[in-house]
């Protein structure tokens, strides 16, 4: 399944959706008495010193400074050593400040002071993967599941956020453990989504289309179910079923891009580039300000050989997201196809300018002013010296070398790059032809006769 897909259905739908964490907080006070730091101050002063303590503590959270949270739930837990609150509290502060460790040690305490409420263990799965420790993830979820396996809340915000961090598997899981009622519509979108994430398409496609063909729900919400049925038909290579509810999803919710964009994709696929433009003509028509719509059709408008209006569609996408590198490989596309190669040429210095190590800039650059004319080749060789130091075992490389040799004369250094580039990709024809024919230059007749034979078994068995 291509990137368009699901992942951009779980980015859209999670930030549909309302933040549940607040529901699902720790009680706001549990004080028990403890030997502590505040001894000789009795108990009112201190609930009144906590209280100021903790109103500190959220004020620099909401302030973005939690080390000053920190020192506050610290003074905190010394006042009230057992309350729950005040671990917590120090948990996600310590969080916010990636202090990780820290703040793994500070939740669990909070979790044992307060073991009726999965907040703690909600948190610890996050600090957890910040941590990188899987497997203590993975302990967390197996004790939710066993402490909480009836809070929906809990396991519904966990799915969500590790399916945000590409842990689809056990995102799913946790989908599965909300146990999420019939009517729960955006608990099977949820679930619909996972499963076509870890290519369970069929179920996708069955959860999906409960809320599609739910007619009392809002035509959004069954545009975006309509979509992830038509992803999972795609990546069932259905494409008919495929483009009949990609099409629904469009005509249910036109202001989604992601349901345009996935339609075209298919298109793309098959490419049949037209209906891909129009498709996504009628996706500006409602998201005019889209870069995503219109890098997609300007790309497909140079594939369809309407390169005037597809470069102008480019640019206007570079004018506000100069960085777009596939904007400019298309514009450069645009260049060679039209025989512009001074438009090809000034596209790759742009791409260039703006990212220097961009995967064989040097050999794109060297290609496009090869078909200059007149050529200069020994700026084409300077070129492919820059793209020979980036990836010294690139064939390609050695074999425009030996191109750029040949049409300077330079026959001994040809043959010594075209060399090399076959013992880089011996099954290559055309590096075989281009040392026949420099062989023959040097007069190396047999030499220049086995390439020639070389090529000749390579084509044949190619063919067959």
Known sequence: MNLIGARRFIAAFVRSRTPVLAALGICACTYIEATDCGSGVGLQDRIAQFKQLDGKAEA?????????????????????????????????????????????????????????TAMPLVMQVRVNYSLGDLESLKSNLRELASRFPKDTDAHTVLARFLAEHNLFVLALA?????????????????????????GAYADAIRNALAVERNYALPEAVRGTAAG??????????????????????????????????????????????SDAVTVLEQGRRHLPDSNALLLALGTNMVRTENYEQGVKILRQVLQTAPDTSEAYISIADAGRKAANPAEEIEALRELERQHSDYPMIHVLLARAMSNQRPAEYTKILEELALAATAAPNDPEVYLLQGKAYVALGRYEQAASVLERSIGLRPTEPSAYYQLARVYQRLGKTDLARQQFERVKYLEQNAAK
């Open 60 to 116: 620099a959270m909401g302030r973005h400074q939690p080390e000053e949270a920190v020192a506050a739930y610290k003074q905190a837990v010394c006042l009230f050593p057992n309350s729950a609150r005040a671990y917590y509290g120090l948990g996600m502060a310590e969080a916010a400040a990636r202090h990780f460790v820290d703040a793994r040690d500070a939740l669990r305490t909070a979790d044992r002071l307060q073991p009726t």
């Open 228 to 273: 992830i049925v038509g992803l999972s038909y795609e990546s069932l290579r259905q494409g008919d079923q495929a483009r009949k509810y990609l099409s629904e999803a469009i005509q249910l919710d036109p202001s989604q891009e992601n349901s345009y964009l996935a339609l075209a994709d298919l298109f793309e696929q098959e490419q049949n580039y």
């Open 174 to 198: 946790e989908a599965l453990r909300s146990g999420s009622s019939a009517d729960d519509w955006n608990a099977k979108i949820q679930l619909s989504v996972l499963e076509n994430t870890v």
